[in-house]
């Protein structure tokens, strides 16, 4: 009866610790720039400003959604605007020759480098559009608060 006791104490031992091993490295950060908001950093935001050389609602690479070109004093951005849906719920529509301002980050991806905004300004309504950790917000629905709308 002992041995089976002793028996039953180490395969359980055995079994916590296994299942400890693995939820700690489980824990560990991916570095991974610019999937989900795994490699958004608030630190390393900056602010552009431009025109806007075209708009998309849809985009057929990676990150999907809504896309805007833009022409700064220094560069053209292909930014990423995060959710369509929150752009249209909140009545914001872009057209070439609209100056915007943008508040992101750049991260590598497969299709090349992607500006991604966290917040877009025209004229006198801003609109955030990603959270903190750069995961992209979603248009509210009718039984809750607006998202989005600052």
Known sequence: MTR?????????ALGLAFLLS??????????SAGQGGL????????SVQGSVI????TSSVAPFGPHVTLQTSSSV???HLGNARLLES????????DTIRVVGESVASASGTQFLARLVQKGNQTILLRNPRGFPLRAAT?????????
């Open 4 to 12: 089976l006791l002793v028996g039953c104490f180490g395969i359980a």
């Open 22 to 31: 693995t939820s700690a490295g489980a824990q560990q950060k991916t570095p």
């Open 39 to 46: 490699g958004y950093d608030l630190s390393r935001e900056v």
């Open 54 to 57: 075209s708009y998309a609602e």
């Open 77 to 79: 951005l292909d930014v």
């Open 90 to 97: 909140n009545h914001f529509t872009l057209a070439a020759g």
């Open 142 to 150: 009718k039984s809750s608060e607006r998202q989005g709308a600052l």
